[in-house]
């Protein structure tokens, strides 16, 4: 197995939806569609024997499949064929009922054997032509209208006679359109008569063909809900996902992993609506807006905004207005000099400041500040965790490729003994994905709600210095192993911590991922629980002054 597939496997361990993080998939193999029962699943690429047992044992948690495109060809030829053999019509007819119906065979079978006639209407496969045979030497193209011999006339269902020539033209014409040409009917503007696939295949260039192959082929993804195109660019790979388990994060074979409901990269166990801010906010005009009012100034001239480099007070405006000002007061530099506090002060900005003028522009400049600064907090992490994550992909890569094999050889142990080292890799890969997008939640993280905070960033300070000391054991002290001249008997002593420190990591991670996915409602109902003691524990003790209360009235009327 070459190397590509072999980080295609490791990756589908960890990328299905399950991530390491639940239990409660369903079988790919089970998806509730059209196809035959017992079909292989197509999400996977040939394993070494090696890893059989450990990926095997991954399939039946994923609720996706990944679709090559040879599996699409065969899922669209078999539904074909079906609707041909149940319905007794001709393949070329089955397919324009199912391109019609979105690929659905029990659709078609519904429609059909409830108003057969009118089926064949709608879609346009008439039952018997609209111009009957023609026995004359000569027939005359509809469009043209120049006589042909009946060899160089065509026609589809409906009998209209169009020259070879003319419907060469309108297929063109009407494939370059778009998708749109696998509704393509009679050129007579008053016929429903569907022309199928074999007219293209007959007239059509090479050119033309492919390109209704290809719009072919991608309406059986598009048209289909429980199917979409990998977004990663230049994929071709499609997944057939399986509702139910509230999880849409998958994975494609291209080791890109998104979100089914958004599109957007996969981003459990943030939601998809805090992506959608986040992402937005990320590429918004806003965030400049906030930079600008918080790092410039106006110029009091042509109000240009100014930003403060240097760390005189003296500004000077751009060409060409060339305006002199003061930074702190706005006002014209020839008003200021040593009576005014020199270079680097403004007597004119305290007094003012003092007296309330400056309040709400600085009140103002200084929010803006905060919440830039707040933003840049998460967005740096947000984006370094990405980053750590891209290099330990690399690093996976590499280790596969190159180090494993001669890791095995230098410490004398099979790569299958080495199985420990790819998890812990894997582990960080999917834990830098899930810390990521802990920061996006934490940004959206009302404020006031203080516990709830405390305990997000309590958990997420757990699950990252958790992974920083995996990420630390895996990618520095596997140096010395590598760089070993030998064998080392340090090194059984390093399986057990890496598969030690995989193992809490994983915990952490499970944690919060759990906490975030809730809501962080075991905040709640711990608070609850405790104001509920708390309020037991007041009745109790006012029950108990009530009661020495009336002892001590009863004693005194004794």
Same mark, same amino acid.
């Given at each position: 197995?070459?190397?590509?597939?072999?980080?295609?496997?490791?990756?589908?361990?960890?990328?299905?939806?399950?991530?390491?993080?639940?239990?409660?998939?369903?079988?790919?193999?089970?998806?509730?569609?059209?196809?035959?029962?017992?079909?292989?699943?197509?999400?996977?690429?040939?394993?070494?024997?090696?890893?059989?047992?450990?990926?095997?044992?991954?399939?039946?948690?994923?609720?996706?499949?990944?679709?090559?495109?040879?599996?699409?060809?065969?899922?669209?030829?078999?539904?074909?064929?079906?609707?041909?053999?149940?319905?007794?019509?001709?393949?070329?007819?089955?397919?324009?009922?199912?391109?019609?119906?979105?690929?659905?065979?029990?659709?078609?079978?519904?429609?059909?054997?409830?108003?057969?006639?009118?089926?064949?209407?709608?879609?346009?496969?008439?039952?018997?032509?609209?111009?009957?045979?023609?026995?004359?030497?000569?027939?005359?193209?509809?469009?043209?209208?120049?006589?042909?011999?009946?060899?160089?006339?065509?026609?589809?269902?409906?009998?209209?006679?169009?020259?070879?020539?003319?419907?060469?033209?309108?297929?063109?014409?009407?494939?370059?359109?778009?998708?749109?040409?696998?509704?393509?009917?009679?050129?007579?503007?008053?016929?429903?008569?569907?022309?199928?696939?074999?007219?293209?295949?007959?007239?059509?260039?090479?050119?033309?063909?492919?390109?209704?192959?290809?719009?072919?082929?991608?309406?059986?993804?598009?048209?289909?809900?429980?199917?979409?195109?990998?977004?990663?660019?230049?994929?071709?790979?499609?997944?057939?996902?399986?509702?139910?388990?509230?999880?849409?994060?998958?994975?494609?074979?291209?080791?890109?992993?998104?979100?089914?409901?958004?599109?957007?990269? *996969?981003?459990?166990?943030?939601?998809?609506?805090?992506?959608?801010?986040?992402?937005?906010?990320?590429?918004?005009?806003?965030?400049?807006?906030?930079?600008?009012?918080?790092?410039?100034?106006?110029?009091?001239?042509?109000?240009?905004?100014?930003?403060?480099?240097?760390?005189?007070?003296?500004?000077?405006?751009?060409?060409?207005?060339?305006?002199?000002?003061?930074?702190?007061?706005?006002?014209?530099?020839?008003?200021?000099?040593?009576?005014?506090?020199?270079?680097?002060?403004?007597?004119?900005?305290?007094?003012?400041?003092?007296?309330?003028?400056?309040?709400?522009?600085?009140?103002?400049?200084?929010?803006?500040?905060?919440?830039?600064?707040?933003?840049?907090?998460?967005?740096?992490?947000?984006?370094?965790?990405?980053?750590?994550?891209?290099?330990?992909?690399?690093?996976?890569?590499?280790?596969?490729?190159?180090?494993?094999?001669?890791?095995?050889?230098?410490?004398?142990?099979?790569?299958?003994?080495?199985?420990?080292?790819?998890?812990?890799?894997?582990?960080?890969?999917?834990?830098?994905?899930?810390?990521?997008?802990?920061?996006?939640?934490?940004?959206?993280?009302?404020?006031?709600?203080?516990?709830?905070?405390?305990?997000?960033?309590?958990?997420?300070?757990?699950?990252?210095?958790?992974?920083?000391?995996?990420?630390?054991?895996?990618?520095?002290?596997?140096?010395?192993?590598?760089? *070993?001249?030998?064998?080392?008997?340090?090194?059984?002593?390093?399986?057990?911590?890496?598969?030690?420190?995989?193992?809490?990591?994983?915990?952490?991670?499970?944690?919060?991922?759990?906490?975030?996915?809730?809501?962080?409602?075991?905040?709640?109902?711990?608070?609850?629980?405790?104001?509920?003691?708390?309020?037991?524990?007041?009745?109790?003790?006012?029950?108990?002054?009530?009661?020495?209360?009336?002892?001590?009235?009863?004693?005194?009327?004794?």
């Amino acid at each position: 197995m070459d190397s590509e597939e072999d980080m295609l496997d490791a990756h589908d361990m960890y990328s299905g939806e399950d991530d390491f993080y639940s239990d409660d998939y369903k079988d790919s193999d089970g998806a509730d569609d059209d196809d035959d029962d017992g079909e292989p699943d197509y999400g996977l690429v040939e394993e070494d024997a090696d890893d059989s047992a450990m990926i095997a044992s991954h399939r039946s948690q994923k609720n996706f499949c990944v679709l090559r495109e040879e599996d699409i060809v065969r899922h669209q030829k078999d539904a074909i064929e079906r609707v041909s053999v149940v319905l007794s019509i001709t393949e070329v007819e089955a397919s324009i009922l199912l391109r019609y119906y979105h690929w659905s065979v029990g659709k078609v079978h519904d429609e059909w054997f409830a108003d057969e006639e009118s089926v064949r209407n709608t879609v346009g496969i008439l039952e018997k032509p609209v111009v009957p045979p023609s026995a004359d030497t000569e027939l005359t193209c509809g469009i043209c209208f120049d006589p042909y011999p009946p060899e160089k006339i065509a026609s589809v269902s409906c009998g209209h006679p169009f020259c070879t020539t003319c419907w060469t033209g309108y297929i063109s014409t009407t494939i370059n359109d778009g998708p749109g040409c696998l509704m393509l009917r009679c050129p007579d503007p008053a016929c429903v008569a569907a022309v199928g696939h074999d007219m293209v295949d007959k007239l059509a260039s090479e050119e033309d063909k492919g390109k209704y192959n290809r719009y072919f082929l991608r309406s059986y993804i598009e048209d289909n809900r429980k199917m979409k195109w990998c977004p990663a660019p230049g994929c071709e790979y499609a997944i057939d996902f399986v509702a139910g388990s509230g999880n849409y994060d998958v994975s494609c074979l291209c080791s890109f992993s998104f979100c089914w409901n958004c599109t957007e990269e *996969a981003h459990r166990p943030v939601d998809c609506s805090t992506v959608s801010k986040w992402v937005l906010k990320n590429s918004a005009e806003s965030e400049n807006m906030n930079w600008i009012l918080a790092n410039s100034k106006p110029c009091p001239r042509c109000k240009r905004p100014i930003e403060k480099n240097q760390g005189c007070m003296h500004m000077t405006c751009t060409p060409p207005c060339k305006y002199e000002f003061c930074w702190l007061c706005l006002g014209a530099w020839m008003d200021h000099g040593e009576r005014t506090g020199g270079f680097y002060a403004c007597n004119r900005y305290e007094v003012a400041k003092q007296e309330g003028q400056y309040d709400e522009t600085e009140r103002r400049r200084e929010m803006a500040k905060n919440s830039l600064e707040r933003y840049t907090h998460y967005y740096e992490r947000w984006a370094s965790n990405q980053t750590s994550r891209q290099k330990a992909m690399t690093d996976l890569q590499q280790l596969q490729t190159h180090n494993l094999e001669k890791l095995s050889d230098k410490q004398c142990t099979p790569e299958s003994q080495l199985k420990f080292i790819l998890e812990a890799w894997l582990q960080i890969i999917e834990c830098r994905r899930v810390l990521k997008w802990t920061y996006a939640y934490g940004y959206y993280l009302p404020d006031h709600e203080h516990a709830k905070r405390q305990f997000f960033e309590y958990l997420q300070g757990e699950a990252e210095s958790g992974l920083e000391r995996l990420h630390q054991c895996v990618e520095k002290d596997l140096l010395q192993f590598l760089n *070993a001249e030998g064998p080392s008997k340090d090194f059984n002593d390093f399986r057990t911590k890496l598969a030690g420190l995989t193992s809490v990591t994983k915990n952490y991670f499970e944690n919060l991922v759990k906490a975030l996915e809730n809501g962080l409602a075991d905040v709640d109902s711990h608070a609850a629980c405790s104001s509920k003691s708390t309020s037991s524990k007041s009745t109790g003790s006012s029950s108990k002054t009530r009661g020495k209360g009336k002892g001590s009235s009863r004693t005194s009327g004794t």
